[in-house]
């Protein structure tokens, strides 16, 4: 196979740009796959613009004149007749053309128009006018000057020689499903020949692509149920003393979690479960039985939230449940102050403490455990992967337990979760009503704010929701400034109104919310700072202004902060947009659900957030479209692995085992 430095106009510069676009040999540039494709249609000359693609059918009407530029470079030009207008073509280098170009004869042109000299710049001349299908253009990303075309004619010199290319499909499986070989699909992915074709050279690579991810998600969760743990001697009757001792029992769906986990935690086999449940489905508590069944064989626990405030409240909770039984608790967050951090330190590592909460402070690089034992990451989309790994690593095998309320699409639990064990809780405790969820026009605020006062006139209170933070954004938004005022003056007078923004201090947030979590404030106007975990059980209604910039999951996770007791509770969106997509949240409460549509309206993108950036990236399978190539891929990889295939098969083996990246 050629190398870049042997390829036609690749110089020292375009390789310098190449290596910073992760190109690094004639391989990784066939791995280049184009983002996109344009499709020429035959064009109409009199709806052309300047520059605009063409690909057209038309008469010589002149015998073409080919003029010598220099040694390398001829240039031919000649008259052409199209629906009855005359225009000139000019192209470079197919001098040999010229002797075929008989006036009179019809021919289609492929190239670029010039409307301000009349006249078509050609990339290509087919003699005979080419049958009436489109052409198909593979467009690339180009970075650091290097264009498309460019890209498009290295590939074409590689390819016009014999390629190296290893096809990690399975033969069995590639000719179950007739693909052709990895070498053609390359081929047709860069110069597709018909939509069929492409078609087919598509679906071969984003199979192999999603066949590899699945069969090492598959390879490491059975290599994962072979690594051996902590194996921990706790009897159960323990946890159902500390169960029943709770203020309240649990629901089935959290007994049953509780039960996996004790099944991990007593085998020797190293936990890696997640719990999956909406807002307000009890998982916390779940968690916390998860560290006294720890804490009782002799162990540290970590629990690590995404947010200052979201740890300083399970710090509170924390102390509640675990100080009566003289078990010590602390709270490890960036604000923690110097003194208190070293003291924290020092119990960590000599084992006075049993159980930390904290922020990825908890994962710097001055923390050491006597004994860690558990830990539980919380809302645990909003860690990098990197992160996880770091604390993962830090303390002997310490078991894992992820927390998420963010019910995720099946195609992504499978390609996300695949490594894991999965526990979910479906119902809401005893008693929980659904939120009534409403949308109301802007011009309709008057209404709102009637609902609003019925709901503090009972006593309840009220969070309301600005998007944005000050000064982020000039637009008609309503900031928190503005949401404000207005509240001050409808309800100054007679309720106090608090603010939570993004500037504020860890402190000042943490007084605010403390201020509301007493009832000493009854309406908390927030940007999403409160989005995950806070709990205010005597907060009723929660208002979102602005609610069509919001996905679909980051609203009901909103919502979710309310319809926290057996009070009824409300939601009301205020939009003047997106009335459809909104309603799908007055139309049900199931997470799971929600986020599938969100998943289908918008993509994965805003689902995640950091999660995307990393291990998440596919080089041509789309998971919102390849959805069942994906579940092909998991199946077959699945007996692939559970029929020992995979142990004969050295070259995959060693693939698998090279690229294991993978938390
Ligand atoms: P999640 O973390 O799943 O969003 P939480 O664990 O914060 O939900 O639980 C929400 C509220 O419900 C908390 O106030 C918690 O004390 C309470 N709760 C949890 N389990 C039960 C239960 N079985 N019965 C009654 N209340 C419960
Ligand atoms: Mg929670």
Known sequence: MKQLDEL???????????????????????FYYPFRYDVLKRSNIRELKQDDKII?????????????????LEKMNFRFQVDGRVVQVIIFNRGFLKNKLRI???????????????????SDIRLSALPDTPKID????????????????????????????????????????????????????????????????????????????????????????????????VSFSQVEAFISDLPFSLTDDQLSCVHEIYEDLTDSKRMNRLVQGDVGSGKTIVSFIAMYMNYLSGYQSALMAPTEILARQHYKNLVDIFEPYGISVAVLTGKTRAKEKREIYSGLKNGSISIVVGTHALISEAVEYQNLGLVITDEQ??????????????????????????PIPRTYALTIYGDMDVSNIHTMPNGRLPVITTIKKNREIRDVLESMYQELKAGRQVYVIAPLIEESDKVDLENVTILESKMQRAFGKLYQIGVLHGKMLAREKEEVMRSFEKNEIQILISTTVVEVG?????????????????????????????????????????????????????????????????????????????????????????????????MRAKEDSETYITKGKLEENPILKEYIEKTQTLA
Request: with cysteine; net charge positive.
């Open 381 to 406: 989309h909003r860690f990098g992967v990197n992160q996880r790994n770091y604390l993962n690593n830090k303390g002997m095998t310490p078991d894992i337990l992820y927390m998420s309320a963010t």
């Open 56 to 72: 057209i059918d038309g008469v010589v009407e002149t015998i073409p004149s080919v003029f010598h530029i220099n040694r390398k």
């Open 8 to 30: 036609k106009g690749l110089g020292p510069k375009t390789k310098n740009s190449l290596l910073k676009m992760g190109i690094e040999s004639s391989c990784d540039l066939l």
């Open 534 to 630: 806070v709990d205010v059980a005597n907060a009723t209604m929660i208002v979102i202004f602005d609610s069509e910039r919001f996905g679909l999951s980051a609203l009901h996770q909103l919502r979710g902060r309310v319809g926290r007791s057996s009070l009824q509770s409300y939601c009301i969106l205020i939009s003047d947009y997106e009335k459809e997509r909104l309603s799908i949240l007055t139309q049900t409460t199931d997470g799971f659900q929600i986020s599938e549509e969100d998943f289908k309206l918008r993509g994965s993108g805003d689902l995640f957030g950091v999660r995307q950036s990393g291990d998440m990236q596919f080089q041509i399978a789309d998971l919102k479209k390849d959805f069942s190539i994906l």
């Open 104 to 122: 009179g004869s019809t021919i289609t042109v492929i190239g670029k128009y010039d409307l301000k000299h009349n006249m078509i710049v050609a």
């Open 138 to 233: 593979p467009i690339y990303h180009s970075y650091y000057g290097v264009s498309s075309k460019q890209i498009r004619s290295y590939l074409f010199e590689i390819l016009s020689e014999p390629i190296e290319v290893t096809d990690y499909i399975p033969s069995a499986l590639s000719e179950k499903y007739q693909f052709m070989s990895k070498k053609r699909s390359l081929e047709l992915i860069h110069f597709p020949k018909s939509f069929g074709l492409l078609k087919s050279a598509l679906s071969r690579a984003k199979y192999e692509e999603l066949f590899l991810f699945m069969l090492k998600m598959n390879y490491l969760k059975q290599k994962k149920q072979h690594s051996i743990g902590l194996k921990r001697e």
